[in-house]
């Protein structure tokens, strides 16, 4: 299945009680386009429409969306790819978005991942979250904090997380790979594309 997802709006338009999505759903089987009769959700203008943030996991897409309202709440909106529905999703009970400048959603292990960025030491940091039991609020668990001081990354994604859940192996802006001891707060390289020399970086963990 291919789910398409269309905003009907004028951006040069504040008053956004125009806008309107329409959502269709691909079928391979038929080979046809179906539009879905309702979307559940008024959303806010483009800036957070976080269409490249869309991930599999437990079955449903997952993605970003932000209330069409001054302040509007940031949340996910998950769509059950066998039962067609859509379902708001909860984000960690933190105070975000403030002091982080930008969050992406992965997956970990099967499970939906949260990472929130923030500016920290002259370089970036970053916060992963874990759902553990998908669609509960009290599930979220943070499972560490990044920095790597003097080092601006654009993106961290989590690979996999060792069984004894000590060790997480990290891709560090698609061409890093490193690994992270939850244990011992230490990161250490593995490779980088093109080099395959193994030494020890000066990244740290908090």
């Known amino acids: 299945k291919v789910l398409n997802r269309i ?115 002259g370089g970036f940091g970053a916060d992963i979250w874990v759902m553990e039991d998908d669609g509960v609020e009290k599930s979220w668990t943070k499972l560490t904090s990044v920095t790597m001081p003097g080092w601006t990354f654009w993106s961290l994604t989590p690979l996999a997380l060792s069984k004894n859940k000590r060790q997480l192996l990290l891709q560090i802006d698609g061409v890093k790979l490193v690994l992270h ?3 011992a707060k230490r990161i250490s390289d593995l490779a980088t594309r093109g080099d395959v020399s193994f030494v020890q970086s000066s990244c740290r963990c908090i």
């Open 7 to 121: 905003r009907f709006s004028d951006l040069c338009d504040r008053d956004q009680s125009s806008w309107y999505d329409e959502v269709y759903i691909y079928s391979s089987k038929k080979n046809s386009w179906r539009r879905m009769k309702h979307f559940p959700f008024k959303l806010s203008n483009y800036h957070y429409y976080c269409a490249l943030d869309c991930v599999l996991a437990d079955g449903a897409l997952h993605w970003f969306m932000r209330e069409r309202r001054l302040n509007g709440v940031i949340y996910i909106i998950s769509f059950d790819l066998s039962n067609e529905e859509f379902q708001k999703m909860p984000c960690p009970m933190i105070p975000w978005p403030l002091g982080y400048f930008q969050h992406n959603l992965k997956v970990l292990n099967g499970s939906l991942c949260l990472i929130l960025y923030y500016d920290v030491g």
């Open 181 to 183: 001891d939850l244990e």
